[in-house]
């Protein structure tokens, strides 16, 4: 069974950096699409960023491009998200997900989710 296990969250000022990482465990990692997801308070789950399986295809949200990174270690079965300028907009819990098949961007392709990363940016 497919485990994802997201790390770095945590509370940072406004114009501040974190990076989130998501390992993967009982599958093959370079099999799977990857994804970034959050979703705010009383607001639905949102696309932030996505890869496709060997990092050659990746996709931002409008809201994140130029300021987030995604990237993949086939090597080491990790997803990252480098978040840069951080803005208060940001705040959410944080998912990482994989998915076998399907459209990038959408989040009914995926089949697998983590538990979640708390993002607090504070203004």
């Known amino acids: 069974q497919v485990q994802l296990v997201e790390s770095g969250g945590g509370l940072v000022q406004a114009g501040g950096s974190l990076r989130l990482s998501c390992a993967m465990s009982?599958?093959?990692?370079?099999?799977?699409?990857m994804g970034w997801f959050r979703q705010a308070p009383g607001k639905e789950r949102e696309s932030v960023a996505v890869?496709?399986?060997?990092?050659?295809?990746?996709r931002y949200a409008d809201s994140v491009k130029g300021r987030f990174t995604i990237s993949r270690d086939n090597t080491k079965n990790t997803v990252s998200l480098q978040m840069n300028s951080l803005k208060s907009e940001d705040t959410a819990v944080y998912y990482c997900?994989?998915?076998?098949?399907?459209?990038?961007?959408?989040?009914?392709?995926?089949?697998?989710w983590g538990q979640g990363t708390q993002v607090t940016v504070s203004s």
């Open positions: 890869v496709n399986w060997n990092g050659s295809i990746t």
């Open positions: 009982g599958g093959t990692f370079n099999n799977y699409n």
């Open positions: 997900a994989a998915a076998r098949w399907g459209i990038l961007e959408v989040i009914k392709s995926y089949d697998y």
